[in-house]
């Protein structure tokens, strides 16, 4: 994998960052709400997702997770709420699980925010960012992970180095090919992401053509572009065992007041 030649100059430019991340600050230096073992790594006992999605289908909810996204490249404007705020408002609405954006240059997220997030919800809470190297996971406490197979060079390592530290890894995945290098490296969460990262444009078709090839004991999670009642359904019926749904419950564009927990309620209670 690992082939960045053809990404969009945004996805570029957060690659940058996100390589550069960690060095500075020394490798292992000490940073917001981590908890160290003694050598350095975190040690988590992470919130299985698979139960979270199983009691949601026994409450008869949609298996959502919740993304806290401050903004994005391909967003239309802020929202500066108090993330732990907005994740309770998404826990309110129905979400089995919340994503916390961490990466600070393009999303406005930090780990302090998912620190303090999930210190405040009981559902797991997904780390996203892009982690490209085994020391930036010792960054914060999170019940699972985003690798991004597509950007990672050793996916197997990565996925064990997860799992070292309890972390549930979540691969992510566009093609047929990268969901194969999923395999290989034995992920159990796969997402597919239907934004294409090369041109940041989103067809919820990418993960119609990829779910059928995903065997049955992988917990497969459709992420990106939901954006209404008739999308969740759409992911559903192509087999998506749970949602990544992040703009369409932060509603960046609106500058009233948006009330998330119903933003959520509506996607979840399909
Ligand atoms: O806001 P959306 O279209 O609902 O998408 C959420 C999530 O899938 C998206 O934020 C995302 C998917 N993969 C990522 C990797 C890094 C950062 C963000 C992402």
Do not use: C, W, Y
Not at 154 to 160: C, F, K, Y
Not at 218 to 241: C, F, Q, W
């Amino acid at each position: 994998m690992n082939s960045e030649s053809n990404v969009a100059p945004a996805v570029r430019s957060i690659l940058e960052a996100a390589r550069e991340r960690g060095r500075s600050e020394g490798d292992d230096g000490p940073s917001g709400g981590r908890t160290p073992a003694s050598d350095g790594r975190v040690s988590v006992e992470a919130r299985s997702l698979p139960d979270a999605i199983e009691r949601a289908e026994r409450e008869d909810r949609v298996p959502v997770i919740a993304e806290v996204k401050p903004t994005s490249p391909t967003s239309d404007g802020t929202r500066d709420e108090d993330p732990v705020e907005l994740a309770r408002a998404m826990v309110e609405g129905g979400a089995s699980a919340i994503s916390v954006l961490t990466e600070p240059t393009h999303f406005d997220g930090s780990p302090e925010a998912l620190r303090r997030v999930r210190a405040a919800v009981d559902v797991p809470v997904l780390r996203k960012d892009f982690v490209l190297r085994e020391s930036q996971m010792d960054v914060v406490e999170a019940d699972l992970i985003l690798l991004i197979a597509r950007f990672v060079d050793d996916l197997p390592a990565l996925v064990a180095a997860a799992r070292d530290r309890g972390f549930q890894p979540l691969v992510e995945v566009h093609d047929a090919a990268e969901l194969e290098a999923a395999l290989e490296a034995d992920a159990s969460i796969i997402g597919v992401n239907n934004r294409d990262l090369t041109k940041l444009e989103v067809d919820l078709g990418t993960f119609e053509g990829v779910a059928p090839a995903v065997p049955d004991d992988v917990t497969l999670i459709a992420e990106s572009g939901v954006s209404d009642p008739a999308d969740v359904r759409r992911m559903r019926e192509a087999g998506a065992d749970a949602l990544l749904i992040g703009s369409a419950i932060m509603d960046h564009a609106n500058t009233d007041e948006v009330d998330i927990a119903e933003n959520t309620r509506r996607l979840t209670r399909v």
